[in-house]
Nanobody
């Protein structure tokens, strides 16, 4: 599956952005999707994940209560709604997808994903 992440940009602290991750899948169209972010020179870190069904989700402590992941399987698109943004949220954001048979499983580990998008830059200014 090919993934296309979009929606990044420059926003002031306290603002919001919505990132999209669209999959161009052949055959299977519902995947577990994860969002990760990376600051240059640092390790890629987990942001959040959503199950194939959309029923289950999990978030990093740093974004819990501010970020929400949702999905529209009819459009093969997963969204990352980011509210109350902070300068420390500045990073390149990546979406990733993995096929898991169970519809309610979520995945936090980057190594569990075998399909990655190209990343979209989010910059939060003071």
């Amino acid at each position: 599956v090919q993934l296309q992440a979009s929606g990044g940009g420059l926003v002031q602290a306290g603002g919001y952005l919505r990132l999209s991750c669209t999959a161009s899948a052949r055959g299977r169209s519902w995947y577990v999707v994860g969002w990760f972010r990376q600051i240059p020179g640092k390790e890629r870190e987990f942001v959040g994940t959503i199950s194939r069904s959309g029923v289950s989700g999990d978030y990093a402590d740093a974004v819990k209560g501010r970020f929400t992941i949702s999905r529209d399987n009819s459009q093969n698109t997963v969204y990352l709604q980011m509210n109350s943004l902070k300068p420390e949220d500045t990073a390149v954001y990546y979406c990733a997808a993995a096929w898991i048979a169970h519809s309610n499983v979520v995945l936090r580990d980057a190594g569990s994903y075998d399909n990655w998008g190209q990343g979209t830059l989010v910059t939060v200014s003071n």
